[in-house]
């Protein structure tokens, strides 16, 4: 039996969980179920006279240079979004594809390692696929891909449809909290098995995903941002992301920022008795928001994975590191190691 040291200097898997991206509409609550009821969020521009807060250590030891700069106005120009006046909830929509393939690499060029891996990985396939997609499928319950859109709201309603069901699955968000990752809940089950089918079968799966956020009228929604390097002093400061639709610039999220919320399901990190936070699943646990990586190299996704492939037996990983190790896997990467 080959013993693998290290990743092959070729290898990669592809996304198994493919979100679009997401578009923003303005309504009210009462209209949910009337499609025609629900209007383009379009973005506007929004310029502030702030408060400077941030001073440089030299000036805030020069007490002169420090009142001079504090009387200086922090002109802010950017994008923004809201409902409407008239409207008291946010329609978040979006597509998600559930795709098979997981017993095989996208690319691989060590046969000993593919050969290894796809023993491994077809066995979890076939008889512990479930564990994970009951995670996926309580992260669409809760809503957590809607970000700061979900905090505050009065009320959150999850629609889901597929071809298969012959009416939606309709969750309140509010019954599945962001701490924890799995509920014995019917309609989650169904969904469940919908997520499973989509990597078990050579048929991908296509899940329709509504969201509505009860905000209050008027109230600010929150789009993602964009990321613009090295902007021109005195222009707009932040971009918010809007896909064209009929020729409007509607106010949008990023199907990479909705796929992070959707993988938040590792609450088998060893700090998690601690934080008691699930993170999403990153080969090393990071979270750049805290400025942590909670995974070590001692159960990071290459250790675990080499690991597991060395073993004669499934024995040598714990199930929840074979469901980290799997989730990885639908993340999807490039993690090809070659000569140093």
Known sequence: MTTFTKMPAVIAFDRKLEPSDALMYSGNWENIATANSWREIELFDRHNRAVKSNFKPEVLNDEVELQKQIAEANLAWGDDAALSHEHDTLKLSFTLRVVSGLSRPSVC??????????????????????????????????????????????????????ASLSEPLVFDAYDYSLKNTTSGNAELVKLTELIKSGFESDTPVLLS??????????????????MILNSPKGEKSRHLFSLNVNGKDVAAMHCEKIGNALRT????????????????????????????????????????????????????????????????LIR???????ES
């Open 109 to 162: 060029n060590d046969v000993e390692f593919e050969a290894a891996y796809k023993e491994k990985i077809h066995g979890y396939v076939q008889s512990n696929i479930g564990n994970l997609a009951s995670r996926y499928a309580y992260n669409i319950a809760n809503g957590r891909f809607l970000w700061r859109n979900r905090v505050g709201a009065q009320e959150i309603k999850i629609v889901v449809n597929h």
């Open 209 to 226: 995903i509504q969201a509505f956020s009860k905000l209050g009228n008027g109230q600010r929604i929150w789009p993602s941002q964009e």
């Open 332 to 338: 999807g990467g490039v993690f090809g190691e070659g």
């Open 265 to 328: 399901i590792d609450d088998w990190y060893p700090s998690f008795d601690e934080t008691q936070i699930p993170i999403a699943i990153e080969a090393y646990g990071s979270v750049t928001q805290r400025g942590i990586a909670y995974r070590s190299t001692k159960n990071d996704f290459k250790t675990l994975l080499l690991k597991w492939l060395n073993s004669v037996s499934n024995d040598a990983l714990e199930q929840n590191e074979q469901d980290f190790v799997v989730a990885m």
